[in-house]
Structures are given as C-alpha cells and as structure tokens.
C-alpha cells in the first residue's frame, strides 16, 4: 500500500513561489504517472498538473506557464513548482495517480495573500 506525504505549502504573497513535495512510501510510484491536485474552500479538487512515467506533462489551463511538476523516481518523490502565485491558488494540494487513487495523503496548506 502507497502512503503519500505532501510538503512545502505556506503562506505567500502573490506573485511569490513554493515547491512542494510529495513523497511516495511502500511501493515505487515510478511506474505510474502522478498528479497534482488541489481543493479550495467549498470546490472540488481538481487536477492541475500531469507527468507521466516518461515525463511528459500536462497542466490545467489555469496554472499553465506558472507551474510545473517534475519526479525523481529514485527518491520516490514527485515535485510541483509553483511560481507567479495568485491569491486564486489558494487551497489545499494533494498528489496521486490520474486514476485508481492511491489513499489521499493530508495534503499540504498553500495561501496567497497579501
């Protein structure tokens, strides 16, 4: 069974960046593409970004050109840097495969404000 760890949220200004962090234990993620989630007060998580096991990528036309998510397979760990914050990208983010979700990590805490 997958447990993942999600890191790296704060508080920032807009037009600031983090980089988050979720970290894969029990079983290798390597062979599955994985994806960054996030859910805002009172929305549904939505998908916003895409790598699968080649490292191609694909992003929600929200955040394209400000985020972009990365993998190290041998640290079993898969990346979203987000840079050109907007108080909109506020909400919880969460990373798991595109389907057949592994259990929902705690998720990590990202507030754009001024």
């Known amino acids: 069974q997958v447990q993942l760890v999600e890191s790296g949220g704060g508080l920032v200004q807009p037009g600031g960046s983090l980089r988050l962090s979720c970290a894969a234990s029990g079983s290798s993620v390597s062979g599955n593409a994985m994806g960054w989630y996030r859910q805002a007060p009172g929305k549904q998580r939505e998908l916003v970004a895409i790598i699968g096991t080649s490292g191609t990528t694909n992003y929600a036309d929200s955040v394209k050109g400000r985020f972009t998510i990365s993998r190290d397979n041998a640290k079993n760990t898969v990346y979203l840097q987000m840079n050109s914050l907007k108080p909109e990208d506020t909400a919880v983010y969460f990373c798991?495969?595109?389907?057949?979700?592994?259990?929902w990590g705690q998720g990590t805490q990202v507030t754009v404000s001024s």
């Open positions: 798991n495969r595109p389907d057949s979700w592994y259990a």
